[in-house]
């Protein structure tokens, strides 16, 4: 009996393949109860995205001005009073803007709709008239395709995706309602976070074991730091390339610089993806107004993305998410995929903080498992001795 145990912990308990395969299954089983039982937490979802506007923007503007009032904590303010300078400082920047920016912007913003169908129209017509040109017969002989039909595809493509986003406004402007009140509530989440905010980690700790607490201490602030080093890092970064860009767009003379400019400061907060979303309309402006706009813009395109690659992005971003460009850019599109305009933007720091969670957990695993020790002297082989010729 005693030796059937033996043989039974040998090959099972003590089996290494059989005790990984063990908790798969029992991960795979437990997932699948959750989806057969999801029901449940309908209510909970309900909850989630009626909180999650006004705290993702408080979480967003708490990283942005936490700085600011530990500064002025420093030199003698008290907490409340630095909070309420800053919001009146706040309060009038947005009155300035209100008053100065936004009524340019707002008649930018509705002459751009409604000449960009006709800005389509024109390049569809140059690619028909460079389709029926001697050139475009030279080029499709030589590669054997049949070029026409990909310009009809593409404007076709084109032309569809104008329409469906035109047609959309209607179901962001019923979205209004959720934007206001997001906007209403986010202040005052903003106040408690800055003025308690610090002892929000105490909390947390309190409802875990105490042999536990260090450790989950230790990896809530490596979380804190790659959030907030990312959110200051690309805001800053995108305001750089919103002012250097609508400069250089005013050099040129494009048309709607302002606009551009914005548009192309906050499609930059997503990494790598944004940049080539915010070129695409002044592309197309500076197709149909003339050529050599065109050449203008790629020229001023180019220093900025060098300025930003090579001066701007080190100094203010550094290597705090230590992530592989093409991570970032997978990662990126499967949240896009998976949760929308949401995922893209918050894709990247998600993924910098779900990483130093499975890093850590990890960590644990092998501390307590056991499975990944030293392999033993007597089981290792050294590799051949290269034979001298």
């Not at 008239?129 to 054997?144: A, C, G, P, V």
């Amino acid at each position: 009996m005693k030796g059937s145990f033996t043989k039974f912990k040998q090959f099972f308990i003590e089996n290494k393949f059989v005790l990984g395969l063990l908790i798969f299954l029992l991960v795979a089983l437990d997932i699948y109860v959750l989806t057969k039982i999801s029901f449940i937490f309908d209510p909970l979802m309900v909850i989630l995205k009626t909180v999650a506007a006004p705290i993702i923007l408080a979480g967003i503007s708490y990283y942005l001005f936490n700085p600011i009032i530990d500064w002025l904590e420093k030199h003698k303010w008290k907490r409340g009073w630095a909070i309420a300078l800053l919001y009146l400082v706040i309060i009038g920047l947005i009155i300035l803007l209100f008053s100065f920016v936004i009524p340019a912007v707002k008649d930018q913003i509705v002459s751009l709709f409604k000449s960009f169908p006709g800005y389509w129209d024109q390049i569809t017509q140059k690619f028909d008239e460079f389709s029926r040109s001697s050139l475009f017969d030279q080029i499709k002989d030589k590669l054997n395709t049949n070029m026409s039909d990909i310009m009809k595809t593409v404007s076709t493509k084109g032309t569809s995706v104008i329409n469906s986003a035109i047609s959309s406004i209607g179901s962001i402007v019923g979205t209004v309602t959720e934007v206001v009140l997001a906007i209403v509530t986010t202040p005052l989440v903003l106040f408690y976070l800055l003025k308690d905010g610090k002892k929000l980690p105490d909390f947390l700790l309190k409802m875990l074991p105490v042999n536990g607490r260090a450790h989950t201490r230790q990896v809530l602030g490596e979380a804190n730091h790659q959030i907030s080093s990312y959110i200051r890092g690309q805001i800053i970064v995108s305001l750089c390339i919103g002012i250097l860009l609508f400069i250089g767009y005013l050099i040129i003379g494009l048309p709607y610089a302002l606009t551009l400019a914005i548009i192309a400061a906050c499609t930059s907060i997503v990494p790598y993806l944004g940049p080539a979303i915010a070129i695409t309309p002044a592309i197309i402006i500076a197709i149909v107004t003339s050529p050599w706009l065109l050449i203008k813009l790629i020229i001023v395109w180019c220093v900025v993305q060098l300025l930003e690659g090579k001066f701007i992005s080190p100094q203010v971003m550094g290597k705090t998410l230590k992530v592989h460009p093409i991570t970032i850019l997978f990662v990126i599109l499967v949240a896009g995929n998976l949760f929308g305009v949401l995922g893209v933007i918050f894709a990247v720091p998600g993924y910098a903080v779900l990483k130093v969670i499975v890093t850590h957990v990890f960590i644990w695993f092998k501390r307590v498992s056991g499975l990944y020790g030293e392999q033993p002297e007597s089981e290792f082989v050294a590799p051949p001795a290269e034979e001298k010729e």
